[in-house]
């Protein structure tokens, strides 16, 4: 499903278009993608954003209306109100 630019969420897709949060660690600490990676990646790719590089090459981003990414939205028809003896 498409992510817009001004997403509020704090899933890694929704900063496409304003990757700054990046650099508070807080933040990618609360996205487990980060804790995959090898050691020094994280670091790497904090250096290559702080230094405007990552504008050179995806700078459009920051633009484009919405994102089509990995994130899928999935429904299931299971209940609409809770079972009884439950608020």
């Given amino acids: 499903m498409p992510v ?9 897709e929704a900063y496409y278009a304003r990757p700054e949060p990046f650099l508070d660690p807080a933040v990618r ?7 995959f990676l ?16 990552r504008d050179e090459k995806y700078g459009q981003l920051r633009t484009q209306p919405q994102f089509h990414g990995a994130i899928r939205l999935i429904v299931s028809p299971g209940r609409l109100t809770a079972p009884s003896g439950r608020g």
Wanted: proline residues 6%; charged residues 20%.
């Fill in 29 to 35: 600490l609360a996205q487990s993608a980060w804790g």
């Fill in 38 to 53: 090898e050691p020094g990646v994280a670091e790497r790719a904090m250096e290559v954003l702080a230094s405007g590089a």
């Fill in 4 to 12: 817009p630019a001004d997403c509020a969420d704090g899933f890694t």
